[in-house]
């Protein structure tokens, strides 16, 4: 090797064989991914389905709020997600509480988040006269609380919430905490028997003591057009601040799926059986309450 050749190979550069890597694409910050939204929102690059519902919204915006909560603030434990199905139609009967309806809220994180499904609640018709609220409601998912939607929605397979109890439950006092309030007139019942869609009992522990309801300001609640105007030790003393819900822990709890294999669609026009079937199932959401509230002890450690 003479000198010209020994100065060109010195003068060679090196290349180390692991230095040679696959480029990889620059991930996304969290402007690109919000920006990317908000271009297929206006160019109408998004999907919904015949009840307005939204998975992209629901999962980009509402969701993450949500999640929030319940991660951080009510701290939720969930139990029985195997009694939840992977997929097909089922009601998902639930107890209903909390002077807000948190729990629907927190419920449908559970679901999605641990699940894998969305949960469509079945709402009073009051949610969806409020014109934001109501669009929000959609946009997540849900709709009116109406035997067409919901045979509808087991139809196409959908896991269906709904909360019997209504606003007698939601908005009962805090001395009355835990106890089921009545389950209507067993619509729910006749619906899961005529398309023959499993019910899963629900027990939520932890919504009661979030806002606890001490009075209740009946004349301004029939003036306003709502079921109720509630009083709490923080609302309306602490004006805005006094609708930061309280950190109580929270656990969610699903029973065994009952099915209705035995009973034939006829047996949702005989008021006997839908009466019995209503009643068995709020007595058996009933004991998951009591066994979940020993479990979880204090209301806010």
């Keep these: 090797m003479n000198a010209h050749d020994r100065a060109e190979e010195q003068d060679a550069e090196v290349i180390p064989l692991n230095a040679v890597q696959e480029s990889k694409p620059p991930e996304q910050t969290i402007l690109d991914r919000g920006l990317a939204f908000l271009r297929r929102r206006l160019a109408g690059e998004y999907e919904i389905d015949e009840f307005g519902f939204d998975p992209e919204f629901n999962d980009k915006l509402l969701l993450p709020i949500a999640r929030t ?44 988040d ?76 006749e619906t899961a028997l005529r398309e023959n869609a499993p019910i899963i009992p629900c027990a939520i522990v932890g919504a009661e003591e979030i806002y606890p309801k001490i009075a209740d300001l009946k004349p301004l609640a029939r003036l306003l057009g709502l079921p109720y105007f509630p009083i709490t030790p923080t609302f309306p003393l602490l004006g805005a601040a006094g609708l930061v819900p309280l950190p109580s822990k929270w656990m969610i709890r699903f029973g065994e799926p009952m099915p209705l294999d035995e009973y034939t669609p006829e047996a949702a026009e005989d008021p006997l059986t839908v009466f019995n079937l209503t009643d068995h199932v709020r007595e058996n959401i009933q004991q998951m309450l009591y066994d979940t509230l020993l479990r979880r002890g204090p209301a806010f450690l």
Aim: hydrophobic share 40%.
């Design 114 to 189: 641990h699940a894998g499904r969305d949960l469509r609640l079945l709402g009073a018709d009051l949610v969806y006269q409020v014109p934001l609220l109501g669009h929000l409601s959609r946009k997540a998912g849900h709709t009116l609380a109406c035997p067409s939607d919901a045979a509808r929605l087991l139809d196409k397979g959908e896991l269906v919430g709904v909360f019997p109890e209504g606003f007698k439950g939601v908005g009962k006092p805090f001395g009355e905490r835990y106890k089921l309030q009545r389950f209507g007139r067993g619509g729910f019942v």
């Design 69 to 112: 909560l319940y991660e951080h603030w009510f701290r939720v434990e969930l139990s029985g997600l195997e009694n939840i199905p992977e997929k097909g139609g089922a009601l998902l009967v639930a107890n209903h509480s909390g002077t807000l309806p948190l729990d629907g809220l927190m419920l449908s994180v559970a679901l999605h």
